[in-house]
Every structure is written in C-alpha cells, then in structure tokens.
C-alpha cells in the first residue's frame, strides 16, 4: 500500500542531497577506494569530533559494535550484564554470544532503563551494564555512572538510536567505555545498507576493535593480535555517512520542529502519552516519536487505515520469545508500554502538510478536531 505519510522516504532523502552523494560515490568509484580507505578515516574522525570522543571505529553494524565493546572489555563466559526489557533484540544478543547472560532490568517512562532498578540486578557476578538510550534520548547518565563506578561495572553505552543527544551538555556516546552506533538506513543516520561504528576514549578499546574488525590482523604490520572477525564499515559507506553526517545537525533541527508540532497538537489528549519530558539537561532528538496509545491496536491500525504508516515496536517484548531463553523477572512497566506503543512518522523528508495530517488523523482517533 503506498501511503500518503511514509514511515521514511528513503528515495526522496537521496534527492534532498542527490549531489553531494554522487560525488562522493564517483569519487570513491574512480579511485577504487573499498576497504579501510581514507573515506573511512575521514568519516571516523568527524564522527568522534560529534560525539566528543578521542576516537571511533567503524564497523559493520549496530550489534557488532556491541559485541566488539563487550570482547574489549573482557566479558565473557560466566560473567552476568546488565540490560534493558524494552530495547531492541541485538543488545541483548550480543551478551548472549560473548558467552555471558544478560540480566534484564525495567524501563521507566522514558523508554530506558530505570536507574532506581540497577542495583538490585547486581550481582558479584555483574561486569558491565549496557544502558540503552532509545528513541533518540540519552539515559540518565549522570545517575547511572557512579552506581557503575561503585561497583566496577564497565558502560557499553548502546547509542545506537541517539546519535547527537545529550544529558548535562554532553553527548551520547561519550560516558562510557564506549558508544555503539548503527548506520541501519532508517537510523537517524543511515547508510545505504549495514553500517556501525564505536566512539572511545580509550585508545586500547579502539586498537583493539580496529584489529578486531579486519581478522585480528595490524594492517601495518601484518601481525595477527587474536582470533578476530570481519566486520569492517566499508569505505563507500563511509563516504556517504560522511556526507549526511554535516546534514545531522539541521536534520535534527527539523526533527524537533516535528516533535513540537505533536506536543503542541497532542498534549490535550488524555489517552495519550507523549514523549516529552520536560527536564532541559536533556537533549532529545526524536529518532523516533514513540507515543502510548491506551487503546493499542486499534490506534495503530486507524491510522494505517488511514494513509499512516506507523511502527509498533515492540507488541511482544524480546524475552517472551521462547527461543531466546531469557529470563522474565518480571517488568511491568515494559510490559505496559508493548501493549500501547506506536512510532509515528518521524523523518526530514516529510512535509508540514503530511505532519497535519499525521495530526488530524490522531486527533480524529479520539473525536476532537485538529
Ligand atoms: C537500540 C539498538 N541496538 C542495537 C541495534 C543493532 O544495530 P544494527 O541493526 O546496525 O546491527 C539497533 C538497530 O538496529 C538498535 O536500535
């Protein structure tokens, strides 16, 4: 079904900057650039220049990004981590498959994980917590810290749905061991296919993941430092996340005058719940505008009715799935939250006509006019 509001418009994001991305695909094209080339060095250091880090370290997605910060800080078999209930799978699964097991945590009204939660789900087993910041807004990092440092826990922050947001005037990304970010396409920043990356301060973390991505080998040197992986972020991709990467910071800007025409449109509506939190130390920037709908379904599927396309992430939480073999401890708030969530469109390709309509429909949802 072609919808009158897309989720995303990919195709009409290339036009926006069609330019820019055709140099830089010539470019790269014509000199024959592919693997680990200067494309990369450049997209690394202006991406660790936005986060505010010493270094990044591109990789080949999200969850490798993940599991290299998990090798990195020393985690394995036997070991316990500490996890959000409502994130995507792949935090999750990367505990799994360094041999550790993650020990799940609630989440508060924010979508992340609730810090009044994490000490009781450690253990002297515990080794490292990785705090979530979904949606496009950071965790409480100031409170979340010293609770980690008193127990000597390490921070793999999972960043991958905040590139550029922020707690206390510093960004995410840059509180802990490290940052993890996917360049998945729909991602605030997205690649034209796989794509992910770590930010660090440490410069054994990024020696490590630098060796560690390309077999274990120091391209250098030719030295083999470990068994290692394949799960280097391609020079082409690279080259293009180059090029959105000094679109992010008006992209993001827009995505908040989005954000803000919601608040203002749906503030009035008691059967929902809008994400906006009113504590100025943090800076949101509406990867996703994940709303609560007490009535579920049937608000999802209306607006589908009705030329929306809308996401609902997640109606089953990942732990209830059999096959994952997790253990439900019992999360009340992520359970509460599956039953009402749904993303509405929250993308710079879309136009103040179709976030009226977005409006309109919502608002008619609950027989009020726009
Ligand atoms: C919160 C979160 N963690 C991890 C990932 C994994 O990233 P990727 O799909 O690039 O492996 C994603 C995105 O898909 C994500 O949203």
């Known amino acids: ?36 080339r200067g494309h990369l060095r450049s997209f690394e250091e202006n991406l660790a220049k936005f986060v505010g880090t ?6 080949n ?21 500490i996890v959000p209930a ?15 097991t993650p020990v799940l945590v609630d989440v508060a009204r924010d979508f992340n994980i609730d810090i009044g939660k994490i000490e009781e789900a450690i253990t002297p087993r515990t080794k490292a917590i990785i705090p979530v910041h979904l949606n496009g807004h950071i965790a409480d ?27 206390d005037g510093r960004r995410a990304g840059s509180w802990g061991l490290t940052g993890c970010w996917s360049f998945y396409p729909f991602k605030i920043l997205g690649g034209y296919g796989d794509g992910g990356a770590i930010t660090t301060d440490d410069p054994e973390v990024a020696l490590f993941a630098t060796r560690m991505r390309y077999n274990g080998e120091d391209r250098q040197s030719g030295e083999y430092h ?17 090029v959105k990467l000094r679109h992010l910071p008006a992209w993001i800007i827009r995505r908040k ?59 089953k939480p990942y732990y209830k799935h059999e096959a994952l073999n997790l253990v439900d401890r019992g999360f009340p708030e992520t359970e509460a939250l599956s039953r009402e969530v749904c993303s509405l469109p929250m993308n710079i390709e879309i136009d103040d006509e179709q976030v009226y309509h977005v409006i309109k429909t919502v608002r008619s949802f609950y027989g009020q006019k726009a």
């Open 141 to 167: 990092m100031p409170r979340l810290m010293p609770i980690a440092e008193k127990s000597g826990l390490a921070v793999i922050e999972d960043a991958c749905q905040s590139l550029g947001s922020s707690v």
């Open 86 to 100: 409502h994130t995507f799978v792949a935090t999750c699964s990367a505990v799994v498959n360094v041999g550790a």
């Open 61 to 81: 997605s999200g969850y490798d990004a993940l599991h290299m910060s998990l090798r990195a800080a020393g985690i394995r078999l036997g070991d316990e981590v």
């Open 54 to 59: 010493k270094y990044a370290v591109g990789l």
């Open 1 to 36: 079904m072609g919808y009158k509001v897309p989720f995303v418009d990919p195709a009409k994001n290339y036009l926006l900057i069609k330019d820019e991305l055709d140099a830089a695909y010539f470019e790269v094209m014509s000199k024959g650039d592919l693997i680990d």
């Open 226 to 242: 470990g068994h290692g992986f394949t799960c280097l972020l391609d020079n082409l991709q690279a080259a293009f996340l180059d």
């Open 257 to 315: 005058q989005i954000a803000e025409r919601y608040r203002q449109a749906f503030a009035d509506l008691p059967d929902l719940a809008i994400p906006h939190y009113d504590d100025p130390r943090f800076d949101h920037v509406y990867q996703n505008y994940v709303v609560r709908a007490k009535q579920g379904d049937a608000f999802s599927n209306y607006l589908k009715d009705h030329g929306i396309e809308v996401l609902v992430q997640f109606r």
